[in-house]
């Protein structure tokens, strides 16, 4: 009898325990996959109207039955994927979206979201607000690829995907892709909320355009976009932009021409690495050490002088590291003149020399303009490939 | 409320107590009649003149002057052994020397046969006729003499049973075949062939009053837990029932935890595993009737130990355990997990199974829920259906199983596809750990209502409450959880790691075995240098 009263005890102790721990559960939200609008890419653009916004959703069409025009077996699971884009206008983008339950029977899903692309015209006017919601909704994430759009966001999400089954996919995968080039950054939306909230700091956002091959529009991804302030204050060609990923230490891959002895090589970038230390001259003046070091290969070469020969190889390198040089220079210059911190030399600054950070923050943007850089560029060969001569008959 | 309810369930519980009726068939006493005729009609009206009840009535000795009577039941006794060792040395006697009425214990007939006439290895003197009558229930020959009040149990006993067989639900590729059958003197005869020590100790009692069923323990003394084996028999003894038909019957009454889905006692129907048992330290629970075989206590890390484990080399038995403990998981988790992740956690999957997902689940009429609950379901029938069905149909319940549970479902826009594949690696991992499918089975609908209900936290709610109750379960005194809770390191190289058999020294404490030390120190096997350099100096 004594085990039945202790069974009967811990029964009550059980019940209570667990009422306890159902009532306190707070994410009753269950919804079956069926009742999802589930968005694969996001469009955010200026309005006609004045302080309104549009907001583009590029929705996954699963493919119902019947639906399904492409052949597929029905309910067989296969990717059938159709797309749907649905935009909404209004003042505030959570609004905006709500605004979208009026229109489509199934509620919006952002967790799957995987690219924001910014219309131009709302980006020269700022994003801090529109980006509010998608930073602070838990649902959205954080590792969402961000664009800025040459024209209108939303025409990008329209164009018809290449090889992929919707465009936002596309857009991603293009991304990845042109990442062996080095001449796009890679930026996420919580790399540019990091910019968006640090005082000097400026951020970079690759850009995309509508690129006409042939009469057939496909997107394109180079260069990027300099945001200062919330707002997009420049542009930097694919060249710059790499200048700029070389200090910031981001170029994995990509190649160079560069001109030795008449002969025109292509250079590949097979590894790189860049340390950027911040440094105080004597005369107070602030002085940037950028050190590359990079592994390059021979990708080919025009014309009958052999890079391949180990007494060739030195004057390459010359060359190539030169070239290096020129591009880093270039950017850094460009970066001055529009007067964007895209490197965070400020917040490395602080890091380092919080005293001299006190001095100079007040008025950084001039101190900025005056920094001069000092580039260091080491660069070791890394093989020519299949053949050690060019295909020209040797010379004897 | 609960007061309330725990009092009504006090009444209850105690009526039934009272309300059994405890007749001890024992205490009637008879004295076996020194008239014959007597004992004969008193055996029959007791055995209420059954008609398997066979009395043979003879004269002794080839002078015909004593009157005797054998009787058995039949069928149940050896009519072979009974010709020619019990009545033809009888009948064929001569001279026989004793007087009729002698009463004189010592030299009395009775005391004679016994010792000269019967040629029959196993014989006890009776002095009543319950003894007789319970004698012969068990199959035992009563041989009464006129003028005797003793009579003569010979056992003789022989009935049908199974040959020792390979064992059906225990199926091994490599180690012994041979399995449990359901006579207990030939099962305790399997595991004294595996374990010739004289410290091997057989004890048996007689449990349930109708019944009569014949129990055995099986320990050796000098290892296993005095303790342990006193607890066990004091358990035994404390049954109280009519009938004992299978050893479930036992674990059930004997178990720590009734009330709980998970089995404290472990069960076999291999002797190799029973020996091994044993010679870890635990007690094996025989039981007349039934190949399988207890052995207590049980950890809840036997569940994921099978005896190929230790025949096989230690690295491919340490992976198959974590094979099975993943199984387990899988087969628990899977249902559950996929339910939550499709009705709560859409953002957990990749982008590209979602898309596949949900235009698989596009024009499912039913919640995720509900469709796993109509597969786990259906499989549960069609398993069922498959081990009560004649062999003969099996067939075609494959068949139809096979188009039910696969592609039909699917078409008929009843179900999912992804939902096949999970109640598929279900189904397929329950019987990774046969012995486990009991609370798995269970487990699993409670994972996945909660799952269903609450999402991932439901699933954590639930297997952490599955986890407090393990470990707040004991078999016999000895912690479920162990060696993983209360972690011994010493133990746990027999746990998910099966370390090899030459470096395992010691016995697994976490069954309190009294001789701790398989053997001394490690001895690792030769190593083939020493030995080619033996051969040649040889």
Known sequence: MKTLKNACKRLTACIVALSVVFGLGGCYDRRELNTLSIVFGTAIDKADKKGETTITFQIADVGGEGKSEKGSPKGSGQMSTQYLNISNTGKNANNIIRDMDHILSREVYIAHNQVIVIGEDLAREGVRDSLDFFARSPEGRLNVYIFVARGKGSDILETEPKLEKMPSDDLVRTLMVQKRTSEAPIITEFDLIKGLISKTTCSIVPIVYIKEIEDKENVCVEGCAVFKDGKMIAELDKKETRGVLWIRNEVKNGAFLVDVEGTKATVEIREARSKVKPEIRDDGKIVLKIQVNAMVGLGDQYGKFNLSDPTNIPEGLKMTERAIRKEIRNAFNKVKAINADVIGFGDCLRQRYPKKWEQVKDHWDETFKDIEAEITVKIKADGNGRIDTPLHPSQG | ?538
């Open chain 2, 1 to 538: 409320m609960f007061g309330f309810l725990y009092k009504k369930a006090k009444a209850l519980f105690s009526k039934k107590g009272t309300d059994s009726k405890q007749e001890d068939f024992s205490q009637k006493q008879t004295p076996v009649s020194r008239t014959l005729a007597d004992n004969i009609k008193t055996i029959r009206e007791e055995m209420l003149l059954s008609c398997d009840v066979i009395s043979r009535e003879i004269t002794i000795g080839k002078e015909r002057s004593t009157r005797a009577a054998i009787i058995f039941i039949d069928g149940m006794a050896d009519k072979k052994i009974i010709n020619d060792n019990v009545l033809k040395p009888l009948m064929n006697i001569s001279g026989f020397p004793i007087s009729p009425g002698s009463t004189d214990r010592k030299t009395g007939i009775i005391k004679v046969i016994e010792q000269s006439v019967l040629a029959i290895s196993n014989i006890a003197e009776v002095q009543n006729i319950n003894e007789a009558i319970s004698e012969l229930l068990t199959g035992n020959t009563v041989l009464f003499v006129d003028g005797d009040d003793t009579a003569l149990a010979i056992s003789a006993k022989g009935f049908e049973k199974r040959s020792v067989d390979e064992p059906p639900s225990e199926a091994v590729i490599r180690g012994p075949r041979e399995c449990f059958i359901e006579d207990i003197k030939t099962n305790t005869s399997l595991i004294r062939r595996k374990i010739k020590n004289q410290e091997l100790r057989v004890e048996t009692m007689t449990i349930g009053q109708r019944t009569r069923t014949v129990v055995s323990i099986a320990y050796i003394s000098g290892v296993a837990n005095a303790g342990l084996v006193e607890t066990v028999k004091n358990r035994l003894k404390a049954i109280s029932t009519d009938s004992i038909l299978e050893s479930g019957y036992i674990e059930q009454f004997i178990e720590d935890s009734p009330a709980s889905i998970f089995s404290t006692i472990g069960y076999t129907e291999k002797p190799d595993v029973a020996a091994a048992k044993i010679l870890e330290g635990r007690v094996a629970i025989l039981v007349d009737g039934t190949p399988f075989v207890l052995t207590a206590p049980m950890l809840f890390a036997e569940y994921f130990q099978s005896a190929e484990d230790y025949y096989f080399r230690p690295y491919y038995a340490t992976l198959l355990r974590i094979v099975r403990i993943i199984a387990a998981m899988t087969t628990i988790l899977a249902p559950a997990i996929y339910v939550s992740v499709t009705t709560f956690h859409q953002e957990l999957l990749p982008t590209g199974l979602l898309i596949t997902m949900a235009s698989a689940r596009e024009g499912i009429p039913f919640p995720a829920f509900v469709e796993c609950l109509i597969m786990i379901v259906t499989f549960e029938i069609l398993r069922e259906a498959g081990i009560r069905l004649p062999r003969t149909v099996g067939q075609a319940l494959s068949i139809v199983g096979a188009l039910v549970i696969g592609e039909s479902a699917v078409a008929a826009g009843l179900i999912g596809a992804p939902m096949v594949i999970f109640v598929a690696i279900t189904a397929v991992s329950s019987f990774v750990v046969p012995n486990l499918i009991e609370p798995i089975a269970v487990l699993r609908f409670i994972v996945l209502i909660l799952g269903s209900m609450f999402g991932g936290y439901g699933i954590t709610i639930a297997m952490l409450g599955a986890l407090v109750h393990m470990a707040s379960l004991n078999s016999f005194g000895f912690p479920y959880l162990s060696p993983t809770a209360p972690f011994d390191p010493g133990d746990s190289k027999d746990a998910i790691v099966r370390a090899p058999l030459w470096m395992m020294i010691k016995r697994p404490k976490s069954v309190g075995a009294a001789d701790k030390k398989r053997r001394d120190k490690v001895v690792p096997p030769p190593t083939g240098e020493n030995d080619g350099g033996e051969d040649e100096n040889a």
